[in-house]
């Protein structure tokens, strides 16, 4: 896999982190309007995954823009 593909990876991954956290959050609050403690843990777990991921992908495409390796070279 390259870093170019690597990074278009991690984007839909984080896509799909994104939509499911939303839809998680929205039927988790339900008809009460708010989130009791084991749900909002819950939902900060996705929420915690998402940024971890988003980090990554921030790292590589950094990595690429600057020149410090070549988007269609392979990830070790």
């Known amino acids: 896999m390259t870093y170019l593909e690597y990074s278009q990876q991690v984007m839909l991954e984080l896509t799909r982190i994104k939509q499911h956290s939303l ?3 929205n039927k988790l609050k339900g ?4 989130l009791n403690f084991d749900e909002r843990d819950l939902y900060m777990e996705k929420v915690e995954e998402f940024h971890t991921l ?11 823009l600057e020149g410090g390796v070549n988007p269609f070279d392979h990830i070790d």
């Open 23 to 25: 839809l998680l959050y």
């Open 31 to 34: 008809d009460k309007g708010y």
């Open 54 to 64: 988003a980090d990554q992908c921030i790292y590589v495409q950094s990595l690429m």
